[in-house]
């Protein structure tokens, strides 16, 4: 149950993420040759958190859960 609505709430928080990055990208994109601004990185930097982490903890348990069969 409790892991259930772990999942859920990083569903929507990365896709929460995801769209204010964009809407964020459109108004406001960047120069050529000059980084986007601060706010847009920390997202991105969030988003990546928000999805690879529990990507790579879903992973870790595949594969102990697989390694644990005969």
Do not use: D, H, Q
């Amino acid at each position: 149950m409790v892991f259930k609505w772990t999942l859920i709430a990083f569903g929507a928080a990365a896709v929460v993420l995801f769209a204010l990055g964009k809407v964020l990208a459109f108004l406001n994109p960047p120069r050529p040759g000059r980084a986007g601004p601060p706010l847009l990185r920390r997202l991105e930097r969030a988003l990546y958190v928000t999805v690879l982490v529990p990507l790579a903890v879903a992973v870790v348990l595949l594969v102990l859960a697989l390694a644990g069969k005969p």
